[in-house]
């Protein structure tokens, strides 16, 4: 099938590789010139394991191109996938503004029968009330000129293409069966269990999806507190706990605190949503302040050691998870604020996040090498478990002023470093 993706980041990308790899033909809309250029020329535009490959694969079989012109690329199209931002506002509800224009753009361009597919996340009644609402307002018939679905994306930054090739399920919500089906097509071939759905249930699916898991790791880490406290390894604990089919041993790994371009967000959004509707969400409230709290941890406990003042800091991790390069509300963000409030002196690294980094921080030290970080630290800070952090010993520890290594994600393997602290463990 010819697909049409308006937003090449991180979804929009991996949607375009992901159908390639099973012989459907995209082109990516972005509003971004140089993102477009790099994609042409085979150069992928964010760091994700196995994207570049699959994009330079696509691209020598003339499956994927990337273009400003969204009006060329819908002509001949016949499925439309939005995968543009969907931020909070200022005051944590969702913010419409990119969906909103990417789909008047769509509106006015739309010349014969498309199925506009939503697969950012929106807060249920979105697809309808913007997208819809949009591609009516502009004269175009449902189910005449065009189809409306919403297939939310679960993919995991850092295992993209991996996710999308081969997800959980694949949920497709469509206002008419017509479009429905087109989209049940286009998927065929992918060994998932397809839930279909309307569409404000797959919006919401994707919601409690998210909030299930953020809660699920705040939960381990509020458990991590406290074993701290009393002696136990919360993560022999977790070992244990996860072993009931019940619960399964995916997302307790108690640590600093989630962030990422998503479940921060999406817990606001849905937190809003409700008392929007006239329900106060306590649970999703009490997640957010709790990992708030937690984000906020590492600089506290290396207070409770020594005066920050003039130290210099070492921080390992910049993104907020491994195998990416995205630091969207990365925990080291809160870690390297807290830092430079109090004085520090800071020194970072990490594999693939610098550049995006330096964006938030210029003003800090950026170190070649994990190594090259620790020179003269009084203290080091581990803030994402990079495997390249995994292979460090103690002698690589052995350039620090003072050996104080805190853990905020369980990275250095015990028998290679002998002393560090975990920040709940
Ligand atoms: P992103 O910021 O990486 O990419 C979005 C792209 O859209 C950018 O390249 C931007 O230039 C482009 N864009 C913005 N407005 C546009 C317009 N009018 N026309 C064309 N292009 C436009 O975003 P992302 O991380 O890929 O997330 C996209 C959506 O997918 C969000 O709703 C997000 O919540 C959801 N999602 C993200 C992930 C993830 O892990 N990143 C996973 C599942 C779902």
Redesign the pocket.
Known sequence: MDICI????????STAVGFAEHGHRSVC????QK?IEDINSGVC??FEPGVEEALRRSISKELLKATLD?KGALETSEVVFI????PCDDSGKMDTK?ID??SK?IAKYISSYKVVVV????IPGTTESVVMKNLEAAGKKHGVDFGLCMN??????GH?LEDFLKPDRIVIGSADIRAGDVLEKLYEGFNAPMLRTDIKTAEMI?YASNSFLATKITFANEIGNICKLLGIDVYKVMGGVGMDKRINPHFLRAGCGFG???FP??VSALLNKGREAGHEPRLLDTVLKVNADQRKLMVRHLRSKMDLKGKRIAVLGLAFNPDTD?VRESAAIDTVQGLIEHGADVSVYDPKAMDNFRKLFPGITYAKSAKDALKGADACIIATDWDEFKKLESKDFDSMKNKVILEGRKTLDKSKVKSFEGVCW
Do not use: H, M, Q
């Open positions: 308006v937003g090449a980041g991180y979804v929009g990308l809309v972005d509003i971004n993102r535009p964010i969204l995968t543009v931002p969907t990119f224009k990417a753009d697969k950012s996340t929106v939310p994306e679960f993919l995991r930054e993209a994707k990422g371009s998503c967000k999406d995205d």
